[in-house]
């Protein structure tokens, strides 16, 4: 069996209103449902060849400390840019916060691809990643 491609990420986020605000605005996603149920809220986001689905829990989870990057459970999804260092520039400017700056990978089977790692407004880990 193999899947014909990636359909939507899962991202938990404290406030739905505002994380759909942060990934429409910072990266151009459009809003195409939005579903109320007693327990959890969810706005389906869609790009350009994949959709991101937020999902605002009632109670909200907890969050102790943000997960560190090899935490189990911990995770992150990429979006394929065209220019790193300029996304990264621009989104810096609009203040959002980086893990790490643009980095071209110097060696292996990623050689010459550029990676940065920003974060929404809950921490999770949202890859940019450029082809070589």
Same mark, same amino acid.
């Given at each position: 069996?193999? /899947?014909? =491609?990636?359909?939507?990420?899962?991202?938990? +986020?404290?406030?739905?209103? @505002?994380?759909?605000?942060?990934?429409?605005?910072?990266?151009?996603?459009?809003?195409?449902?939005?579903?109320?149920?007693?327990?959890?809220?969810?706005?389906?986001?869609?790009?350009?060849?994949?959709? %991101?689905?937020?999902?605002?829990? $009632?109670? /909200?989870?907890? $969050?102790?400390?943000? @997960? @560190?990057?090899?935490?189990?459970?911990? =995770?992150?999804?990429?979006?394929?840019?065209?220019?790193?260092?300029?996304?990264? @520039?621009?989104?810096?400017? $609009?203040? +959002?916060?980086?893990?790490? /700056? /643009?980095?071209? %990978?110097?060696?292996?089977?990623?050689?010459?691809?550029? %990676?940065?790692?920003?974060?929404?407004?809950?921490?999770?880990? %949202?890859?940019?990643?450029?082809?070589?």
């Amino acid at each position: 069996m193999r /899947p014909l =491609g990636l359909h939507h990420a899962g991202v938990v +986020v404290s406030d739905l209103d @505002a994380s759909v605000a942060f990934y429409t605005e910072m990266f151009g996603a459009a809003e195409t449902l939005r579903v109320e149920h007693e327990q959890v809220s969810l706005a389906m986001l869609e790009l350009s060849n994949a959709c %991101i689905e937020l999902l605002a829990y $009632r109670p /909200p989870g907890r $969050r102790d400390r943000m @997960a @560190a990057e090899n935490d189990l459970g911990a =995770g992150h999804f990429a979006l394929l840019m065209d220019d790193v260092a300029g996304a990264h @520039a621009r989104l810096v400017a $609009r203040g +959002v916060a980086f893990a790490s /700056p /643009p980095e071209r %990978i110097a060696d292996g089977p990623s050689e010459g691809y550029v %990676i940065a790692f920003c974060l929404d407004p809950d921490g999770n880990r %949202i890859e940019l990643i450029q082809r070589p």
